[in-house]
């Protein structure tokens, strides 16, 4: 029971939930780069079914490995599955459409401009990239809302 608790207390001291079963290899592995200088395209699928969104990956994926940035999925899925992607982190954003349901004292494009405001700071994505009609009205009403964030390119 002592070396349980000497592990975890060395586990616990390195800022680890356990301790590593091989340090010279973790010592090998590249750290990601802080999130304030990692390049990112944010790719909005808001109103595509499940099915749609899995489509699209395969092709976001691609585009984000050949220009060598990271990529940032906002969807209003709430499927799990889509949150534990590899390379790809996923937020949610509903669609103006549920925000009635969940929160009746909101206007809905309101609420979604500002959340979309706080991602596009969060990230500040080198490409936007919104797929179909409801994610391109979104990034549309949130652009002309904010009129002195031009430099959020838009790809169509």
Known sequence: MSALRKRLAEALA???????????ALATQPTPPPLNVRRVM???VQGQALAEVQASLL??????????????????????????LADCITEYLPAPAMIPGL??????QSYVARRLGILMRKWEPVQVL???TVAQA???????ANPRLENAQCSK
């Open 59 to 84: 092709t976001l994926k691609k585009i984000a490995s050949e220009k060598g940035i990271g990529l940032v999925l906002v969807t209003d899925q709430t499927d799990v599955a889509l949150f534990q």
């Open 103 to 108: 929160l009746p004292s909101q206007d809905p």
């Open 130 to 132: 919104p797929f179909g």
């Open 14 to 24: 390195a800022g680890r939930a356990t301790a590593p079963q091989n340090p010279q």
């Open 42 to 44: 944010l790719a909005l």
């Open 138 to 144: 979104l990034f549309e009403h949130w652009q002309s």
